[in-house]
């Protein structure tokens, strides 16, 4: 956590902290039972990251198996293919304020899974003694109605109904913050918010600052621990504006440059961004090497925490992660 806070604050001492998104990974390749089980026993989740930590040497945990418990709780089915998790949509639609009643809002303490994931964190902390990252995750507003609601409902709404929609957004960001307090009670220290719908494949810039920028703003500006914002694909139309949301770190997508990121975003701390397919799942040892290197001399050791540009696929190789991971520590800050 120590050096965690140094990174934030611009004056590393050894190296940069390392923490690949892991929770998935994890959760299947260090548990013994299927994810759809492990996910709801906050025991297998404890202990598969603790063996994970304990095998790679990454410096942060991810205290979850998945994100969509969210979602779940909210009443939407989750499915565990072998591909990864699925929200499955409620079987809804938003017309007027009036059918916003139709969405309950669970206890951010006691509905779902949050009791697993609360009960995760506190085993998680304890094992670290509050010197370890213990990361509590969930998804921002945007994308958590696009799981809700089906997108494309979504995103016509955007035109059709805007006032309906803003109304819904503010529910929704509402219960994040409630559930992100809840986190940080349990003994989250520091919050991962993806908002992958937000990302410009998806949405304008435009529709970003109108919609997305005010929310995360709200949400983050409220919460007392570091917040890391992931957003996925290519964030270069909507840098700046991540770079208002108050983020503590700006955790950016493999296709991002690095360097063109710090011109655009110079004050800010930025996260990333190992490629997870082509090197850590597809890649050799070199590749996953040369990858690593690559981030940390173009993004530089001050102000940056390595990471994977996006979550490990649960195939990736224990011996690529490892790879990145004594990388990074023996590059230290930068003397070779």
Request: negative net charge; hydrophobic residues 40%; contains cysteine.
């Given at each position: 956590?120590?050096?965690?806070?140094?990174?934030?604050?611009?004056?590393?001492?050894?190296?940069?902290?390392?923490?690949?998104?892991?929770?998935?990974?994890?959760?299947?390749?260090?548990?013994?039972?299927?994810?759809?089980?492990?996910?709801?026993?906050?025991?297998?989740?404890?202990?598969?990251?603790?063996?994970?930590?304990?095998?790679?040497?990454?410096?942060?945990?991810?205290?979850?198996?998945?994100?969509?418990?969210?979602?779940?709780?909210?009443?939407?089915?989750?499915?565990?293919?072998?591909?990864g998790p699925i929200a499955d949509p409620l079987a809804i639609e938003i017309h007027s304020h009036e059918d916003l009643s139709r969405i309950r809002i669970p206890d951010p303490r006691e509905d779902g899974r949050f009791p697993v994931i609360h009960e995760t964190i506190r085993g998680l902390n304890a094992y670290g003694g509050g010197d370890v990252p213990v990361i509590g995750l969930f998804e921002a507003a945007f994308t958590t109605i696009c799981r809700l609601i089906e997108p494309d409902l979504i995103l016509r709404m955007v035109y059709k109904n805007r006032p309906v929609?803003?109304?819904?957004?503010?529910?929704?960001?509402?219960?994040?913050?409630?559930?992100?307090?809840?986190?940080?009670?349990?003994?989250?220290?520091?919050?991962?918010?993806?908002?992958?719908?937000?990302?410009?494949?998806?949405?304008?810039?435009?529709?970003?600052?109108?919609?997305?920028?005010?929310?995360?703003?709200?949400?983050?500006?409220?919460?007392?621990?570091?917040?890391?914002?992931?957003?996925?694909?290519?964030?270069?139309?909507?840098?700046?504006?991540?770079?208002?949301?108050?983020?503590?770190?700006?955790?950016?997508?493999?296709?991002?440059?690095?360097?063109?990121?710090?011109?655009?975003?110079?004050?800010?701390?930025?996260?990333?961004?190992?490629?997870?397919?082509?090197?850590?799942?597809?890649?050799?040892?070199?590749?996953?090497?040369?990858?690593?290197?690559?981030?940390?001399?173009?993004?530089?050791?001050?102000?940056?925490?390595?990471?994977?540009?996006?979550?490990?696929?649960?195939?990736?190789?224990?011996?690529?992660?490892?790879?990145?991971?004594?990388?990074?520590?023996?590059?230290?800050?930068?003397?070779?």
């Amino acid at each position: 956590m120590a050096r965690f806070m140094d990174a934030l604050n611009g004056e590393p001492k050894d190296r940069v902290p390392i923490f690949p998104s892991i929770s998935g990974w994890a959760a299947i390749n260090f548990s013994n039972v299927p994810l759809s089980e492990t996910a709801r026993d906050p025991k297998l989740i404890i202990d598969a990251h603790i063996k994970a930590m304990e095998a790679v040497g990454y410096d942060a945990f991810f205290a979850c198996a998945d994100a969509l418990y969210v979602p779940e709780a909210f009443g939407c089915k989750v499915r565990f293919p072998p591909t990864g998790p699925i929200a499955d949509p409620l079987a809804i639609e938003i017309h007027s304020h009036e059918d916003l009643s139709r969405i309950r809002i669970p206890d951010p303490r006691e509905d779902g899974r949050f009791p697993v994931i609360h009960e995760t964190i506190r085993g998680l902390n304890a094992y670290g003694g509050g010197d370890v990252p213990v990361i509590g995750l969930f998804e921002a507003a945007f994308t958590t109605i696009c799981r809700l609601i089906e997108p494309d409902l979504i995103l016509r709404m955007v035109y059709k109904n805007r006032p309906v929609l803003e109304t819904l957004l503010d529910k929704i960001n509402t219960f994040l913050l409630d559930f992100g307090r809840a986190l940080i009670e349990s003994g989250a220290n520091v919050l991962f918010i993806p908002d992958p719908t937000a990302s410009s494949t998806m949405i304008s810039p435009h529709m970003f600052r109108e919609l997305v920028l005010p929310r995360l703003q709200s949400l983050i500006s409220h919460l007392d621990v570091p917040c890391i914002l992931h957003i996925c694909g290519d964030t270069s139309p909507i840098l700046s504006s991540m770079g208002e949301t108050g983020a503590d770190v700006l955790s950016l997508d493999q296709c991002m440059g690095l360097t063109e990121s710090r011109t655009t975003v110079p004050d800010a701390v930025l996260g990333g961004n190992v490629d997870p397919v082509q090197s850590l799942l597809m890649g050799t040892r070199e590749q996953v090497e040369k990858d690593t290197l690559n981030c940390l001399r173009t993004a530089g050791t001050s102000r940056y925490i390595l990471m994977s540009g996006c979550g490990v696929p649960p195939n990736t190789p224990v011996e690529n992660l490892k790879t990145m991971v004594e990388t990074g520590k023996a590059y230290g800050l930068g003397q070779q």
